[in-house]
């Protein structure tokens, strides 16, 4: 169970010249679109249950194994070994400029993927509008929509046919930075976006930010949290730029 910090341990910290992780900073302006702590329990334990707006595909890709659970005050997700693709934990959220910050906890070769769609867009695969991945080592921000999940050019990437001209096209899309973070330690995440430029920081410390047409998508609909292994979320908050 989490329990707030009293107002004089701030007030401490503040003066000791501490610096607070993002979660605990003053919060990004702008309404409130989605805020969850996750200090709950499943009504039946051995249940996926995420509850409150949140939804999985374990049953389509997992066959109904559980792959998320509550536990601790925050969200453990795990992809099951009957899993045929990584785990997508997602919220229909709807907004064209946003700030999104979290919590997360990484293992040695774990990652995190916040991943924004509109299942509404024809042009690309299942929704993909953009995507900050965040791995221990590296961040990789990418405009999915003109990049790898265009429709066209996924087709031609399946089909192996993939021209000189649409390799240097996708890898346009797609920036990666290094990092350095501690693992199985929480990491405070903040995934700002704003007209076409993705800005990530991390540990209130800025990353990097990547600029593509594709970001600027005006119909942002869906928060999917995606996880190829395993990860640790807590204390997800969105608000509007």
Not at 89 to 114: M, P, S, Y
Not at 132 to 154: C, F, P, Q, S
């Amino acid at each position: 169970m989490k329990h707030s910090i009293p107002l004089l341990a701030f007030a401490f910290l503040f003066s000791a010249g501490v610096h607070l992780p993002s979660c605990l900073a003053e919060p990004a302006p702008g309404k409130i679109l989605l805020e969850d702590s996750f200090d709950r329990e499943e009504a039946e334990p051995g249940k996926e249950q995420v509850g409150n707006g949140w939804g999985t595909n374990s049953r389509t890709r997992a066959r109904g194994t559980k792959q998320v659970d509550l536990a601790d005050g925050a969200m453990h997700v795990t992809k099951a070994d009957v899993a045929d693709h990584g785990v997508s934990v997602f919220h229909d959220v709807e907004f064209r400029d946003a700030t999104i910050q979290l919590r997360f906890k990484l293992g040695a070769k774990d990652d995190l993927g916040i991943n924004i769609a509109d299942m509404n867009e024809k042009s690309v695969h299942a929704g993909h509008i953009c995507v900050a991945r965040i791995r221990l080592k590296t961040v990789e921000l990418t405009d999915l929509k003109t990049g790898r999940m265009n429709l066209a050019l996924r087709q031609r990437r399946l089909d192996d046919r993939l021209t000189a001209e649409d390799r240097k096209a996708i890898a346009k899309t797609s920036k990666s930075v290094d990092v350095d973070l501690t693992a199985d330690e929480w990491h405070a995440l903040t995934v700002q976006i704003r007209t076409d430029t993705m800005q990530v920081s991390i540990d209130r410390q800025l990353v990097g930010e990547f600029s593509s047409e594709g970001i600027a998508h005006p119909t942002k609909r869906r928060l999917r949290l995606a996880v190829n292994k395993s990860a640790w979320i807590d204390d997800v908050e969105i608000r509007e730029n």
